[in-house]
């Protein structure tokens, strides 16, 4: 190989390095800011970082004085195993992992290291080949086009396309490509360079099956089931708890279901509580039967005649994490270590049964019917059981799923609730998230029209609440049969309508 | 778990199976515990055989009614609303209940036999009073027809049956089969829906419940077998009448065949004609809330071994396995609610006369499956009633399914089996000899096909073997005349048991309960002559 043809491969690989080095760079603050938020502040902390930690890669390529060249195969190597497989990793132990934060600066700093060191070692290899002044000038050049390069190929190529995983396992193989190729060129054909070579060859094998098995990796941190990255997850013996945050868009998503986004729960959550609840200026006591995050709590709250709420959730995990999650504190407003609020991590259906309680209001924010077992709570049976725990006079609301997409299940929760011998009422509300979603008010006798609205609320008024008891003509009443436990029809109509459009909420 | 999740752990068990997956099979299955549960065989061979000493105490009662079944209990029951609360009932076995028997554990109640009762019709007020007494029925709509307890009726799905690799809805075939067989199958429910409304001559309906409350109509007493033919339609009547009376529709009597489907004539407010009522105890609620009801007066693990008539009343000789002795009780009218076959034995040597041990009696397998999670399976969800289609066993019955918790975890399956590849005599000596890996190995295989990996979640498996579990209503034991003639009183001792009703079903037993009772009662009374 001429001297000619080796100064251009190196100067090539300059600018490799620099395109690999900034994605990695870039990968780390996208992924910081997709799964803690705050995007401002985690890139800005990822690039400093990152940029110190390339400082010190520079520094400590000082203490190298010979062996340059199998330095740096060897570093083109690290940096593409560890960068690389850097986003694969950070997804899959974020949810698991107890400080992630340990976890992603140190996984910038190695890289940033490693990264740090490539360029002085380059320089050093090509010292001999190229004027001092030619020298800086083209390995400056190539290293700031290969970063333009990167810097668009990365929201523009590789994000939309490929991914995050994808994007890093493909630039790790870049690095270790560069590695052996100038094993290829500086290599003296000895036994390290035959040995590394084989390295090379593993890590390229290595780094390609993780570039296939993306989509597994991503299945298994479930980041594939959710457009937004996920934030949290955790399994505990009744469901799949997942939170997800693009944006500033918090979302709560049980056993894949959306519960709610940050943006738009004020509209549901408001719509759930305060047609009922504000018709009854006199209600001391509340429950709130599943709602584990507090957020219904939270609107009922806001009554000042309210002295008790009683919410009984069935998962101790899910109260616990809406009590101690920051996010999700400042979200529900610590509602549910108010002193006005008892939490009880029971079944509904027996916790009804031996309750003694008398509930001037109740609030029946249960996961849609989408299967028999949750389809039992919204039961003639479990409506009856719901009456005996109310005072006389009081009223309940029942979330209904979409009056507009399930149409045949949201009025057949409203005929269950006749049958059971209630006055209903039922209404909608649109809630972007879910799109039109559906509620129904119940008591045993009718509920004066009147709204002894809260102050602070961002939807509700007295006009709007008024407007949301009418029902357009593609959502008004249909004939159903009652949901009962020895027919759940509600089920098969939820599974029926719900077939029929392609996206389930 | 994400379904995702578990193929990816899934994969990994494969792969570390790979290196041990010989012990790997053995292993699960050591893991399981269990064992043969159910008759005591001891006291039981020791009656049939004789053996008892001779009685060392006695005792005195108005009433003494042999058997702790549901016929027994309902005598007692009947024997309280008419005012006579002197009666005592042994009991062989330490459990009540016969085949209304259940049993529990950590994670739910199970049954041991019987586990529903259809919707009962007009024919058999007695179950209807029962059931409103004991909150069963919870009131009247303005039509008059019974509120069902929704809790108790059974909740849906109610059935699947597992065919062709996949859970399909319902056990009626109707996946994958030909538009022929299943207009075949059409025109037969049709045909079964026709005589369900049919009366007789003598204005009483073709089929009734009890079957004593049917037409007399020669015509359809004789009746023999119409020209049904579908592959799929015999496999549903067979499975049909093996649920009822544990034998194939080749061997059970025409009439009692079409009884299956037409004798049901329920009603509900709450629920349509063809509902049950269900628990997870199966019909072991029905024989607790009776067994309550009696209290001390229910003396279990004791064998009527003699029944003899005396002056003024009847008396029995019982070895009372606690006290270690026999006691001589004297009672004014003694009632056997026992079968045929036992209470023949107890009535010495001219027992057997009239053909009182000439029926036949179905042998059963029955076993709890205690899972740590749901079974995993292709198709429609986990029912009440899970029927495999290529299975000698009938499938199985999900205990928890009228659970009320919103988040299903552990369950119980209860696995039924009639055994009747051979004759009874047969099965039953051959069953006697099995050891309880021997069912274990063929529950797992069984249950394998439509619940991959589901040795796995087993935690264990309890297996109890009925020799005589139900009257089998062979040609001629329904209508010969045979049945009513056992049925009256000797003298001060009468008889109830479903095998009297001609099958073993909750509805039969609770009738003659009722019945006898009453018999005692009027003659008591001076009613009838003695």
């Not at chain 2, 918790?405 to 590849?421: F, G």
């Not at chain 2, 056992?486 to 019945?515: I, N, T, W, Y």
Request: proline share 6%.
């Amino acid at each position: 190989m001429t001297d000619r043809s080796t100064r251009l491969l190196l100067l090539a690989s300059v600018f490799v390095i620099a395109t690999c080095g900034l994605v990695y760079e870039l990968v780390a603050g996208t992924l910081a800011s997709y799964l803690l938020g705050d995007s401002v502040l985690q890139f800005s902390t990822v690039i400093g970082v990152y940029l110190s930690a390339m400082g010190v890669g520079s520094w400590l390529s000082g203490f190298v004085s010979r062996g340059e060249a199998r330095l740096f195969v060897r570093v083109q190597f690290l940096v593409g195993v560890v960068g690389g497989s850097s986003s694969a990793l950070l997804f899959v132990l974020f949810a698991h992992a107890a400080s992630f934060r340990v976890l992603l600066y140190g996984l910038i700093l190695v890289v940033g290291i490693l990264v740090g060191l490539e360029i002085p070692l380059l320089l050093r290899i090509l010292k001999d080949r190229l004027e001092f002044k030619d020298l800086v000038a083209r390995v400056f050049t190539f290293d700031y086009i290969g970063a333009l390069l990167a810097s668009l190929l990365f929201p523009l190529v590789l994000v939309p396309h490929l991914g995050l995983v994808r994007s890093s396992f493909l630039f790790g193989i870049l690095n270790v490509a560069v590695g052996l190729l100038t094993l290829r060129v500086l290599g003296d054909g000895g036994r390290w360079s035959a040995s590394m070579r084989v390295v090379g060859l593993v890590l390229l094998a290595l780094l390609g099956g993780g570039f296939a098995a993306s989509g597994r990796i991503l299945a298994w941190s479930e980041q594939s089931t959710f457009s937004d990255p996920v934030i949290f997850a955790r399994s505990s013996p009744y469901q799949r708890i997942v939170l997800t945050r693009a944006a500033g868009d918090l979302r709560l998503h049980l056993n894949g279901n959306l519960q709610f986004s940050s943006r738009d729960e004020y509209r549901y959550h408001e719509a759930l509580v305060h047609p009922g609840l504000a018709r009854f200026p006199r209600a001391r006591e509340v429950l709130v039967l599943g709602g584990g995050d507090g957020l219904a709590v939270r609107e009922i709250l806001r009554h000042d005649n309210v002295r008790h709420v009683v919410l009984v959730d069935l998962d101790p995990e899910m109260t616990r994490l809406f009590r101690s999650q920051e996010l999700l504190v400042r979200l529900n407003g610590g509602s549910l270590d108010s002193p006005r609020v008892t939490v009880v991590n029971a079944d509904a259906f027996s916790w009804i049964e031996g309750a003694t309680n008398r509930f001037d209001f109740a609030v029946v924010d249960f996961p849609d019917p989408s299967n028999y077992s949750l389809g039992k709570l919204y039961t003639t049976a479990f409506y009856e059981r719901l009456g005996r725990v109310l005072a006389p006079g009081a009223a309940f609301v029942v979330q209904s799923t979409s009056p507009l997409v399930a149409r045949r299940a949201f009025w057949c929760v409203d005929e269950t609730l006749r049958a059971s011998g209630f006055v209903t009422e039922p209404y909608h509300v649109y809630v972007p998230s879910f799109g039109e979603w559906g509620y129904v008010l119940a008591s045993r006798e009718p509920v004066p029209f009147r709204f002894h609205l809260p102050p602070g609320l961002r939807f509700l008024d007295p006009e709007t609440t008024a407007g949301l008891f009418r029902f357009p003509p593609d959502m008004d009443r249909v004939p159903t049969e009652p949901n009962r436990l020895n027919n759940q029809s509600l089920v098969r109509y939820f599974e029926e309508d719900w077939a029929k459009v392609a996206t389930t909420p | 778990m994400n379904p995702r999740r578990r193929t990816f752990l899934k994969a990994g068990a494969v792969a570390v199976a790979g290196f041990g997956a010989f012990p790997f099979v053995p292993r699960t299955r050591a893991r399981i515990a269990g064992g043969m549960a159910g008759p005591d065989a001891g006291l039981g061979h020791r009656f049939r055989d004789g053996g008892f000493p001779e009685p060392s105490a006695t005792e005195s009662t108005n009433v003494l009614v042999v058997g702790g079944g549901i016929a027994g209990l309902a005598t007692g029951r009947e024997l309280d609303r008419l005012g006579r609360r002197d009666w005592k009932l042994l009991e062989l076995e330490n459990e009540l209940g016969g085949n209304a028997s259940s049993g529990r554990n950590a994670v739910s109640e199970f049954p041991w036999g019987a586990h529903y009762v259809p919707l009962p019709g007009p024919e058999a007020p007695e179950v209807t009073t029962l059931f409103e007494e004991l909150g069963v029925i919870v009131g009247r709509d303005p039509r008059g027809l019974p509120v069902y307890r929704e809790e108790y009726l059974c909740h849906d799905p109610q059935e699947r049956l597992f065919v062709d690799g996949r859970w399909q809805e319902g056990i009626v075939p109707h996946f994958g089969i030909g538009a022929r067989e299943r207009l075949r199958i059409e025109a037969f429910l049709a045909r079964m829906g026709e005589l369900r409304s049919a009366r007789g001559n003598d204005g009483k309906p073709l089929f009734a419940v009890p079957a004593d409350r049917s037409s007399r109509d020669p015509a359809w007493l004789a009746l023999d077998r119409e020209g049904f033919v579908s592959p799929e339609l015999r496999w549903y009547v067979d499975y049909c009448c093996r649920d009822d009376f544990g034998a194939a529709s080749d061997r059970v009597a025409a009439w009692a065949g079409l009884h299956y489907f037409a004798a049901r004539r329920g009603s509900a407010a709450n629920a349509p004609g063809h509902a049950v009522v269900t628990w997870p105890a199966g019909n072991g609620w029905i024989a607790g809330r009776l067994r309550g009801g009696a209290g001390e007066r229910c003396v279990p693990r004791t064998a009527a071994f003699r029944v003899t008539e005396t002056d003024g009343g009847a008396e029995v000789w019982a070895w009372h396995a606690g006290a270690a002795r026999t006691v001589r009780h004297r009672a004014r009218h003694v009632v056997l609610a026992v079968p045929q076959f036992v209470a023949a034995r107890m009535l010495g040597p001219d027992g057997a006369a009239g053909g009182r041990a000439s029926g036949v009696y179905s042998p059963w397998m029955v076993a709890n499956v205690t899972l740590r999670s749901m079974p995993p399976g292709r198709g429609a969800p986990p029912a009440w009633d899970n029927v495999l289609r290529e299975s000698r066993s009938l499938g199985y019955v999900m205990a928890t399914h009228q659970s009320l918790d919103a988040v299903p975890r552990a369950t119980v399956l209860t696995y039924y089996q009639p055994l009747d590849e051979g004759l009874p005599a047969e099965s039953r000596r051959v069953a006697s000899g099995r050891g309880w890996e021997s069912w274990r190995d063929q529950i797992l295989a069984d249950l394998g096909p439509s619940h991959p990996g589901i040795a796995d979640l087993v935690e264990r498996i309890d297996v109890r073997v009925w020799g005589h579990g139900m009257i089998c209503p062979v040609p001629g034991w329904l209508w010969d005349g045979r049945r009513g003639a056992l049925a009256k009183p000797r003298g001060r001792v009468h008889f109830a048991h479903s095998d009297l009703g001609g099958m073993s079903l909750f509805e039969e037993a609770c009738v003659q309960g009722v019945r006898a009772a009453r018999d005692v009662v009027a003659r008591w009374e001076g009613k009838i002559d003695a």
